[in-house]
């Protein structure tokens, strides 16, 4: 199978993007699917939700990646272990800003992500996963051409699906005008809770305006808060939790995706 990539993107913050990478990632390795997952959010939270330090990985990747002479060194000097079977990573830290920086300054085109990733092609991984920034800027659009899958986590609470909407046009812009080959796998509803009126409010406008692009939903758990803070994903914190079957029904999906 060729390698897959797949892009979480919302430009709002907190709806649970990095929480998706982590769990979806952990979920796909643990079938034994081989992941590489990469930090495009200057934050660097990916890495140290995986318990990972955060490096300046990605700023090397966006600034040197494309055409390396040296593929294999240039590998070696920023792919990361885990300290999973099957999942490795590439940091990121807050000098993926200046790679940003540097590539709107070159005026890259918009499939410089997905050129650059070429370098990862021939080694047998399955899926490519990037964790995105909250924002919509150069980078994030070039995420987003680059995949093959796109997943929106939005969380559940008044006016989240404004935020949906207009990705879904951006892709659509991306679609029409740049000949993206990829899809919108689902919008990912997050934080849902059984007790609010809007949560149901919320997934009756996003099942309104997305039908069957919306995937299993994933309701607001303490204990997912609490993974993240000890670098573990749900898998391993709480297996047996309705997060962890939450998770495993979106790694499903992911595994369906054509
Ligand atoms: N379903 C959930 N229930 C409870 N807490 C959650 C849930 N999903 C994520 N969290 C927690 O909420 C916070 C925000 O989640 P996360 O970092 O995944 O969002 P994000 O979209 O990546 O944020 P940012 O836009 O800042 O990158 C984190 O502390 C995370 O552990
Ligand atoms: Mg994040």
């Given at each position: 199978m060729a390698t897959k990539i797949i892009t979480v993107a919302n430009q709002?913050?907190?709806?649970g993007k990095t929480t998706t990478v982590i769990n979806v990632c952990h979920g796909l390795a643990l079938l034994g699917k081989k992941i590489l997952a990469l930090d495009f959010d200057p934050q660097g939270n990916l890495a140290s939700a995986l318990g990972v330090k955060q490096e300046m990985g990605i700023y090397y990747l966006l600034t040197m990646g494309q055409n390396n002479k040296q593929e294999r060194q240039f590998i070696h000097q920023t792919v990361r272990t885990t300290?999973?079977?099957?999942l490795w990573i590439i940091p990121g830290n807050q000098d993926t800003r200046g790679a940003q920086i540097d590539m709107s300054t070159r005026e890259r085109p918009v499939s410089y992500v997905r050129q650059v990733l070429?370098?990862?092609?021939?080694?047998?991984?399955d899926y490519i996963v990037i964790d995105t920034s909250p924002s919509l800027g150069g980078l994030q659009e070039r995420a987003l051409w680059a995949a093959d899958l796109v997943i929106v986590p939005t969380a559940m609470e008044y006016l989240s699906n404004q935020g949906v909407i207009k990705l879904a046009e951006i892709l659509k812009v991306l679609d029409e005008?740049?000949?993206?080959?990829?899809?919108?796998l689902g919008i990912l509803p997050t934080f849902y809770d059984d007790t609010t009126r809007q949560s149901r409010d919320s997934l009756n406008n996003l099942q309104e305006a997305f039908g069957d692009l919306i995937l299993p939903i994933i309701h607001r758990a303490t204990v997912l808060r609490e993974s993240a803070a000890d670098g573990q994903s749900i898998f391993e914190k709480d297996p047996d939790s309705r997060a962890a079957e939450e998770y495993q029904k979106v790694v499903k999906a992911v595994l369906r995706a054509r």
């Open positions: 709002k913050g907190g709806v300290g999973r079977d099957n070429d370098l990862f092609m021939k080694y047998g991984l005008k740049y000949r993206w080959n990829g899809k919108l």
